[in-house]
């Protein structure tokens, strides 16, 4: 069987964002959202998701403030995770270089507090921009995350597989990163989905809505058994989001694709199931002996 999750990353970024995801969220043309805590919007997307009582709220702990136009500081205002601006690091790799671990962590409990104090079940757990995944300077705080979500009792975006045709696959080593870090979540107990999908924030030389339409679509016949997840940053084709994130054109065509009758009906007919994180708490945790066994393989590996 085939199992799809889609996220909306960046719930509770801006006004733009949040009515899209609302809405994709109420149409439950979408899996989930992932809420972004120090940001602006927060406060709107929380009262929203109080007052319906969504049960499909995840948490996006951010630790970087990437676009000129919209800012935020950390909840515990540490200087190491601030830039000379005074606000969160705008790339992984001034995150990586400058900030405390004990302020990250410091920083990722905040973050779960302010969540929860709001009224929200917090339903998972995943990463704005990948900050905490060693990406940019090798300096990774994916034990540390993963520690966090077994004391949470949270499911974590990190995947156990590769896609081969997904751009993930292009990444060198990527395959062995993911087989220890989804060991290491299966020995603490964290349930993680198989397979993530990923596709470009930009749109790409020539690119179309129809292009990309047809190839998302196209993904979904290629989808592998067992529960994947991709994820979207859905937002209205509004003038405040024109003139203040990059690339906003892709986000509204995400926001579009998820409405399209062509999309939904395709995933019919590829025999794809749309599930939330909570298949994935109760499918996606690995046997724990299993886990640590291949962990333990993982470790002693030289090459």
């Known amino acids: 069987m085939k199992y799809l999750v889609i996220n909306c990353d960046d719930f509770g970024q801006s006004p733009a964002m949040n009515a899209a995801i609302m809405h994709l969220l109420e149409e439950r043309k979408v899996s989930s959202a992932t809420m972004m805590a120090p940001a602006p919007g927060f ?8 007052k319906r009582g969504q049960s499909n709220i995840g948490l996006h702990l ?7 136009a919209i800012r935020w500081k950390s909840l515990t205002g540490d200087p190491s995770l601030h830039d000379e601006d005074g606000c969160m690091y705008k790339t992984v790799l001034e995150f990586e270089r400058g900030a405390n671990t004990k302020a990250v962590l410091k920083e990722l409990d905040a973050q779960y507090e302010l969540v929860r104090k709001h009224g929200i079940t917090i339903t998972h757990a995943d990463n704005h921009m990948g900050s905490l995944y060693g990406i940019a300077a090798g300096r990774s705080h994916i034990p540390q995350v993963l520690m966090k ?5 949270l499911p974590f975006r990190i995947f156990r597989r590769v896609h081969e045709d997904d751009v ?3 990444i060198d080593g990527v395959e062995r990163a993911a087989s220890k870090a989804s060991a290491l979540a299966g020995a603490l107990g964290v349930a993680v ?4 999908l990923s596709h470009p924030f930009e749109i790409v030389e020539g690119e179309t809505y ?3 339409k047809q190839e998302i679509i196209a993904k979904l016949y290629r989808l592998p058994e067992g529960i994947s997840e991709t994820y979207i940053h859905p937002g209205l084709d509004d003038p405040a989001m024109h003139a203040s994130i990059p690339h906003w054109e892709k986000r509204v065509w995400e926001y579009r694709l998820m409405l399209d009758d062509d ?5 019919k007919d590829a025999g794809v199931t749309l599930v939330d994180y909570s298949y994935i708490a109760e499918h996606g945790r690995e046997p724990r002996l299993h886990a640590m066994w291949r962990l333990a393989a993982e470790l002693l590996r030289r090459t």
């Open 43 to 50: 406060e709107e997307a929380a009262a929203w998701s109080r």
């Open 62 to 68: 951010t630790l970087t403030s990437e676009f000129d």
């Open 149 to 153: 979500c077994a004391k949470w009792k």
């Open 168 to 170: 993930l696959a292009t």
């Open 193 to 196: 989905p198989d397979y993530l």
């Open 210 to 212: 129809e292009s990309f």
């Open 263 to 267: 999309m939904h009906a395709a995933m």
